[in-house]
Each structure stands twice: as structure tokens, then as C-alpha cells.
């Protein structure tokens, strides 16, 4: 790829060979409709087709390609490792099953441009909407785990950690991902908390949100692994914003 493009958009992936595929037309046709230069990178674990229908995909589309391998080796490391290979002016990542419509990016572009440093999508802000909800179990797990991670790391002012669509300027996605660790699900909590202990200023944006009753998230091992990485954000969050304090004097916008 030889010009540098607008946006590198990361789609972590497991098992997705269902989705996939439609998940990279629309938002290459996004793209191309807004007139935007991008890539795609697909980090996709699992041992179903999807890396090969990405890799079809891109034999066809250079800008489209993919990294990963059949072990699940978590959604944190397989956006990290990514970030690493992202040439875009722009850093960001969407879920694979297109949980929230590419072209929700239009509420983003512009506080990118105006150098906002970080820019995620909420789906607890007022005008966000909500087009098919989780089940009510998953919505009361939900404002549970928001209660426990706000206690043992503290995310002030901001309304949904987990939201999988956030963009940053690719030299803050580089630096901040360059130092985090989490390889699981709660690598967004390690992100944001990282950004916050470098006083940088985070834009929550409302977003479209469906629910797709395909949650890959097992419910008791999984949630054990999330308490356990939770932990381990608050001992490590120190150390991580010291070796990524060079990225505070670099980002135009500070957190206000």
C-alpha cells in the first residue's frame, strides 16, 4: 500500500464465517461511499473458515487482510498485535458480527480530525439507540460488572467500557496498546484506564447498538478470567502509564 490511509479499521474475529464477509463489504462500501483511503485487518482466531474467507478476500482487495491463528488466544492480544501493523492516520475497532453499523463512524471522523484522542462509542448515553436488546440477565451481569470495575480500577465519567467500537490517532492507538497486557475481554478497561492515568481527553459518542444473541463470552470461566484481569489492571496500571508517559506530551487534546 503505498499512500498512508485515512483509517485502519481492526475487526477482531472468532469462529465469525458467517458474518465476516458481510461485515468487510459494508464497510469497505462506507468507506468508499465517504471517500476515505483505509485497510482492513481482520485478527481472527478460531478454527472455522474465517481467515480464509478473509485471505479470498484479500487476494481479491489488498487493502483487506488478516492475522490470527486456531488457538483463542483472546480479543485484547489479537487487537494489540494489530494496532502493531496499522499503517491508517487513524486507529480504531468494530466487532466482527457488526454489533454497531460502520456508519456510525460519521459521529467520529470529525472529533478525530479535530485531534481528540481517544473517541468511543457508548450505548448508555441518552441518544443512544438501542435496536435489540441483550437478554435481561445480560443487561443486570452487565450494570454488576460496571459497579465492580468502577470500584477496583475507576473509569470516571465514563458510561460503557465495553462498548467494541473505539478509534484513536494512530500515535496514541500505537503507544497505548504498545503497554497494555490484557489479552482477554477486558483489555477495554485496561485501555481506557490507561488513557485516563495519562490525562488524555476521551469523547464518548452515542451510538445504534443490536444485540446479536451470540455472545462467545463462556459465563463462569469467563467472568472468573475477567475478575482476575480487573485485578491485575489495578496492580499494573502505575507502571504501564510510566513507560507510555512520552505519549502525554505528544496528544494535541488533553482530557478537560
Same mark, same amino acid.
Given at each position: 500500500?503505498?499512500?498512508? /490511509?485515512?483509517?485502519?479499521?481492526? =475487526?477482531?474475529?472468532? &469462529?465469525?464465517?458467517?458474518? *465476516?464477509?458481510?461485515? #468487510? ?14 485497510? #482492513? *485487518? ?14 479470498? #478476500? ?5 487493502? !483487506? ?6 488457538? +483463542? ?13 496499522? &499503517?491508517? +492516520? ?9 454489533? !454497531?453499523? *460502520? ?6 471522523? /470529525? ?10 462509542? %457508548?450505548?448508555?448515553?441518552?441518544? %443512544?439507540?438501542?435496536?435489540? $436488546?441483550? /437478554? ?6 452487565? $450494570? ?7 470500584? !477496583?480500577?475507576?473509569? /470516571? ?8 467500537? $473505539?478509534?484513536?490517532?494512530? &500515535? ?19 485501555? =481506557? ?8 481527553? #476521551? ?19 469467563? &467472568? ?5 484481569? *480487573? ?26
Amino acid at each position: 500500500m503505498s499512500a498512508r /490511509p485515512y483509517i485502519t479499521l481492526i =475487526l477482531p474475529a472468532f &469462529n465469525e464465517a458467517a458474518r *465476516i464477509g458481510g461485515t #468487510i463489504s459494508e464497510s469497505a462500501a462506507y468507506f468508499d461511499s465517504r471517500g476515505k483511503t483505509f485497510e #482492513i *485487518i481482520v485478527a481472527a482466531d478460531g478454527t472455522d473458515d474465517t481467515r480464509k474467507i478473509v485471505r479470498d #478476500i484479500g487476494a481479491r482487495d489488498p487493502r !483487506v487482510r488478516v492475522i490470527g491463528q486456531p488457538e +483463542r488466544l483472546g480479543k485484547g492480544r489479537g487487537v494489540r498485535e494489530a494496532v502493531a501493523l496499522s &499503517n491508517g +492516520r487513524f486507529i480504531g475497532y468494530a466487532d466482527a458480527d457488526n454489533k !454497531v453499523p *460502520i456508519g456510525e463512524f460519521d459521529k467520529f471522523a /470529525p472529533l478525530l480530525e479535530a485531534g481528540v484522542p481517544v473517541v468511543v462509542g %457508548s450505548r448508555a448515553l441518552a441518544q %443512544s439507540a438501542i435496536e435489540r $436488546k441483550q /437478554p435481561l440477565y445480560r443487561r443486570l451481569g452487565s $450494570k454488576g460488572f460496571h459497579f465492580f470495575m468502577q470500584t !477496583v480500577v475507576g473509569l /470516571p465519567g465514563l458510561t460503557d467500557s465495553q462498548c467494541g467500537f $473505539k478509534f484513536f490517532p494512530a &500515535n496514541v492507538a500505537k503507544a497505548i496498546f504498545a503497554t497494555q497486557r490484557i489479552d482477554g475481554y477486558m483489555f477495554d478497561v485496561e485501555i =481506557l484506564a490507561l488513557a485516563i492515568r495519562l490525562g488524555l481527553r #476521551i469523547d464518548q459518542v452515542p451510538i445504534r447498538w443490536r444485540d446479536d444473541a451470540d455472545s462467545r463470552l463462556d459465563l463462569v470461566r469467563g &467472568n472468573l478470567q475477567n475478575v482476575r484481569d *480487573i485485578f491485575r489492571i489495578r496492580l499494573s496500571l502505575d507502571s504501564m502509564a510510566a513507560a507510555a508517559a512520552p505519549l502525554a506530551s505528544s496528544a494535541a487534546v488533553k482530557r478537560q
